[in-house]
């Protein structure tokens, strides 16, 4: 794995964060998924930490006494530049399906009057990419998608709503994303889906990982009702891929 | 039980917070000002991650239907035992059938009550504090009945506590944030040599503050942000996360408060005023 320039800098008195170079990037997001690995296998174990990454960086914050900064510092470097062995958690690619209806795609039509495109082509643009989740946050629960094709790249609104449905897809910038909670919001809604993205009465409430690929497929309305009811007696399987490390 | 007979503006049941789950974006949540929650805790000889009550501004009615102890911190809010005051930072016996009430604010804004051992709410994702998207609401409401353990033979080893009380500092000690450097000195200026009002947008998710500065154009790539993290929009305005603020952001983080600044500005309302100070 090529080791990249990381800055290493205090975040309050509890966390320190860390940079990689400032893009969107898949290597980036490996790197730093393979080091938070090895930080919470190998060298803080404790589950005081919490670490959180999201696209080019990784916050770690101990709940505990103030870090001291300096210090730290030199063991995090230390810890960066070692030949890092860890078997890396599986990464799973998630197929979930939406249902791009008009009912719930409430801005199908307008996008595809600005782009030129038809609602058929812009549904099979969504579902023929492979996403990455970059990060986990907003709500609990939501996914910064990344590695929407250029294409399907649009604003948020101008006017974010004040009432976004639970299970919106949407698209803004480059990226797209579930809403899993009714929310406000300002992305443009395309379709829903069907699987509840954040369920706190498991054990593991939000079952995607930052690192992990999500692949959408069309279904139809009766489908959706289908999965809608399936998930919500507890009997929806979620399809999943296992991807090699 | 505890009965909540009325529940005043905004009641809710917190602890010390919901860990674990950062990366999955559940906000954290817990007592907003975790200092006074952590005294009265201390005065009960509870565990200090027990469940109290917060009770912001205008506060509730309450029947105890089992005799026990019970202490009150934080924001003064003319405390009443069967119409009997009672101060803060001290051992209150209650009995079975007692009810306890709150006036007038007097000073501060959230206002703690702690009960020997702790309420006894299902534990969600680890943690008894009501945040909406885990626990369905993030209040109590009319009528609702809280658990508790009934501790009739406590023998408090102190009975009061002297509070070094911070509701009237204004001062929010800081340390600079990931993005601080991106500041320029005008801005810095602004930032430190005046003072800032709260604005009507405050709650348990971020406190804004009324007069802006000069704000920051360029975009960051999505980042986590923390309780206590002052964010600046591209407007100018400075938003201050709070304990159920989300766990990710995308405006620049000027500055992160203290622990102890969460607390002194989680007893701050609407117009009140603060100053950073660099620590």
């Not at chain 1, 990249?4 to 509890?14: A, D, E, L, V």
């Not at chain 1, 609990?140 to 294409?151: H, Q, R, S, V």
């Not at chain 2, 007592?31 to 501004?57: G, H, P, R, W, Y």
Request: aromatic share 10%; with cysteine; charged share 25%.
């Amino acid at each position: 794995m090529k080791k990249y320039s990381i800055s290493i800098r205090p975040f309050g008195k509890h966390a320190i964060l860390l940079e990689w170079p400032s893009r969107v990037d898949r290597d980036i997001l490996e790197d730093i998924l393979q080091f938070t690995q090895y930080l919470r296998e190998c060298c803080l174990k404790s589950d005081r930490w919490e670490i959180v990454p999201a696209y080019n960086s990784v916050t770690l914050i101990y709940r505990e006494e103030p870090i001291e900064f300096d210090d730290f510092k030199e063991k995090l470097k230390n810890w960066y530049n070692e030949d890092i062995k860890v078997v890396n958690r599986q990464r799973v690619l998630w197929r979930l399906p939406v249902c791009y209806d008009l009912d719930f795609g409430i801005d199908l039509i307008e996008i595809a009057e600005r782009s030129g495109m038809s609602i058929g082509e812009i549904v099979s643009l969504h579902t023929s990419h492979v996403y990455t989740v970059f990060g986990i946050g907003f709500l609990p629960g939501f996914t910064y998608l990344g590695g929407l094709p250029e294409i399907l790249e649009f604003d948020r609104r101008p006017q974010p709503r004040p009432k976004v449905v639970a299970g919106s897809v949407g698209l803004a910038g480059k990226q797209t994303g579930i809403y899993p909670q009714e929310s406000p919001g300002g992305w443009n809604i395309i379709g829903n889906c069907p699987v509840p993205m954040f369920n706190p009465k498991e054990e593991e409430p939000c079952f995607v990982s930052v690192g992990d690929q999500v692949q959408f497929y069309s279904v139809s309305r009766a489908e959706y009702d289908l999965h809608k009811i399936e998930s919500e007696v507890g009997i929806y399987k979620l399809e999943k891929i296992l991807l090699d490390a | 039980m505890l009965k909540i007979l009325k529940s005043g503006l905004f009641t809710t049941l917190q602890d010390m917070g919901r860990y674990g789950f950062l990366d999955k974006g559940v906000p954290v949540a817990g007592c907003m000002d975790s200092f006074s929650a952590k005294k009265i805790n201390q005065l009960l000889e509870n565990d200090s991650a027990v469940a109290v009550l917060e009770i912001t501004m205008t506060g509730p009615t309450l029947l105890f239907e089992e005799a026990t102890y019970v202490a009150i911190g934080g924001a003064l809010l003319s405390a009443t035992l069967n119409n009997e005051p009672v101060a803060n930072y001290e051992v209150i016996k209650v009995s079975g059938g007692d009810i306890l009430s709150f006036g007038k604010l007097e000073k501060g804004f959230r206002c703690y009550l702690a009960i020997k051992g702790g309420f006894k709410t299902p534990l969600v994702l680890g943690s008894r504090s009501l945040f909406s998207s885990v626990t369905k609401k993030n209040h109590l409401v009319d009528g609702e009945e809280l658990p508790y353990g009934a501790s009739p033979d406590f023998k408090p080893k102190i009975s009061k506590l002297k509070v070094d009380s911070f509701l009237d500092e204004q001062v929010l000690t800081v340390s600079k944030g990931p993005e601080y450097d991106s500041l320029s000195d005008k801005q810095l200026e602004m930032l430190f040599y005046k003072a800032f009002s709260i604005a009507n947008e405050n709650n348990r998710m971020a406190y804004q503050l009324e007069e802006k500065i000069i704000g920051i154009k360029t975009s960051m790539i999505t980042s986590a942000t923390l309780p206590g993290t002052v964010q600046l929009t591209p407007s100018g305005k400075l938003i201050i996360l709070m304990k159920d603020g989300q766990t990710t952001g995308g405006y620049p983080r000027v500055l992160q408060l203290s622990d102890r600044a969460i607390s002194v500005l989680a007893q701050k309302k609407y117009g009140d005023e603060v100053r950073f100070q660099l620590n």
